[in-house]
């Protein structure tokens, strides 16, 4: 889905050159409270986020997890108060693309 994603986004000669930031990876998950700090707006999250990036996908699993976790809705927020596109990407495909979706989600 994020390769779909990619190419539609940056076309069949530039796809293969799009980065991708992966929040879970970003910090150490067994020292989260150190990683983070004392001011969510100084987390590895805001600073990605307010960092001039295009937008955002948001991988949800059949349950819609990441919208019941804080720190993803903090990455809604502050992409929502960024003007970023936010897509959510399911192993289906990029929900609403019609050039990247599996069947009609």
């Known amino acids: 889905s994020i390769q779909c994603h990619a190419l539609s986004k940056e076309g069949p000669t530039s796809w293969i050159d799009a980065a991708y930031w992966i929040c879970s990876f970003a910090n150490n998950q067994w020292r989260i409270e150190a990683e983070l700090g004392s001011d969510p707006m100084e987390s590895a999250f805001a600073l ?13 699993d059949p349950e819609a997890q990441p919208l019941t976790r804080v720190w993803c809705l903090f990455e809604f927020l ?19 693309d019609d050039g990247c ?5």
Request: hydrophobic share 55%.
């Open 48 to 60: 990605a986020l307010t960092a001039g990036i295009k937008g955002v996908a948001m991988v949800m």
């Open 78 to 96: 502050l992409s929502s108060r960024e003007h970023l596109e936010l897509v959510f990407v399911t192993n289906a495909g990029v929900v609403g």
């Open 101 to 105: 979706s599996s069947f009609d989600i």
